[in-house]
């Protein structure tokens, strides 16, 4: 069964970093997703990609977040300089238009 | 703006009994909704959806849930809990019709435990 894959599973980084987070979406999919979840708290939207540029963001994605699909298959989220509130699950997930998202099983940063 | 309650943070119930876990959503129309379920270490896999059409919905794992627009709610149900069902259950909802297909709302999630 096709699945959405995401690597590292865990990645520890100093404050002021940067980090890039990977993920595979599943290969028919159109729309490709970031989400967070903080430990303890809901998942949160990001940002949404779609037809090679971002088409939903929410007001969490700031200057410090990019996102890129540098090839045909790979779909990254860049934090520029990591902060310790940037510590938290990162989700990637992947849909066909208006149907439901699929989600990776999750990197784990965690910002010292 | 869209959101998702879930009153019931944690909920803990006898393996075989039947489980009922509560959603309430706010949206001007009718959204998408879904339910995931997050296993511990894992992602979330999504359960079961509610597009348009019937009101009850049938989902993988025996789950099912009812879509009630006069109540805005989508709980979720099982007849029988397995052991193996303990997990925490997330409730979402898609807006339609905009230009980021289903950018999903969650809510706060219900930490279920079974005992045995």
């Known amino acids: 069964e096709p699945e959405v894959t995401q690597t590292p599973s865990h990645q520890v980084t100093q404050m002021g970093q940067e980090v890039i987070l990977r993920c595979v979406p599943i290969?028919?999919?159109?729309?490709f997703y970031w989400y967070r979840q903080i430990l303890g708290q809901k998942v949160e939207f990001l940002v949404s990609?779609?037809?090679?540029?971002?088409?939903?963001k929410s007001e969490i994605f700031d200057d410090q977040f990019s996102v890129e699909r540098p090839d045909g298959s790979n779909f990254t989220l860049k934090i520029r300089s990591t902060k310790l509130e940037d510590s938290a699950m990162y989700f990637c997930?992947?849909?066909?238009?208006?149907?439901?998202?699929?989600f990776g099983q999750g990197t784990r940063l965690t910002v010292v | 703006a869209q959101s998702v309650t879930q009153p019931d943070i944690h909920i803990t119930v006898s393996e075989g009994a039947s489980l009922e876990l509560r959603c309430n959503y706010s949206?001007?129309?009718?959204?998408?909704l879904f339910w995931y379920v997050q296993s511990p270490g894992q992602g979330l896999q999504l359960l079961l959806k509610?597009?348009?059409?019937?009101?009850l919905v049938q989902g993988i794992k025996g789950f099912e849930a009812e879509f009630k627009r006069s109540q805005s709610s989508f709980n979720l149900r099982k007849p029988s809990v397995h052991w193996s069902d303990a997990a925490e259950y997330f409730c979402?909802?898609?807006?339609?019709?905009?230009?980021?297909?289903?950018?999903?709302?969650f809510g706060g999630g219900t930490r279920l435990m079974v005992k045995p």
């Open positions: 990609f779609y037809n090679n540029e971002i088409s939903e």
């Open positions: 997930a992947s849909s066909v238009l208006q149907l439901e998202a699929f």
């Open positions: 949206y001007g129309a009718t959204p998408y």
């Open positions: 509610y597009f348009s059409g019937d009101t």
């Open positions: 979402a909802v898609g807006a339609r019709g905009n230009n980021a297909g289903n950018m999903l709302t």
């Open positions: 290969s028919n999919h159109l729309y």
